[in-house]
């Protein structure tokens, strides 16, 4: 029974953030509809952890498509479209585009994906005090404070905006 409701719950946040969208009556024509969907987009940082980033994406894409575009999603970074190295020596996944923090909807950080403790380069510390050393602070920032963001974080990804104060 656990298991069923680890894997109902993902779907149930899907829900919650874009029901009243869905539920709203649309009479415009679908390129209008677009403009009117929820743009996810999932922050990728050297060092990511990769189930972070991609289990959430999955998530959206199956909501983007059960929807018929009510949502859409996608990789980005601080930096722009490059390759980012997930951690652990794990693949890397292709940031598309640079992170917009004045479009609306949710921004999603994940975690960072290493040793738990340490000082070594490898050490989840490590990864997200290097992640700080980018852009990506202040654009968390400025989506802080846009009231048409939702920024969702996962597991240490939680951390990257407490590491800054605002």
Known sequence: MKK?????????????????AASA????SNDTFKDKSTHVQI???????LMDALAPYE??????????????????????KRSVPSGLNGPALEAQTVLD????????????????????????PDILRQAMK??????????FNNKEITVATVCGGTLLPAMKVY
């Open 4 to 20: 069923i409701w680890g894997l109902l719950m993902p779907f149930a946040l899907v829900l919650c953030l874009v029901a009243p």
């Open 25 to 28: 009556k649309i009479k415009e």
């Open 43 to 49: 922050v990728l940082f050297d060092g990511f952890d």
């Open 59 to 80: 998530v959206f894409a199956a909501a983007g498509m059960y929807s018929k575009g009510a949502i859409t999603v996608e990789l980005v970074s601080a930096e722009g």
């Open 101 to 124: 923090p004045k479009r609306p909807g949710i921004i999603l950080v994940p975690g960072a994906s290493g040793k738990p403790a340490g000082d070594s380069e490898d050490a989840i």
């Open 134 to 143: 980018t852009g990506l602070p202040d654009m968390l920032k400025q989506a």
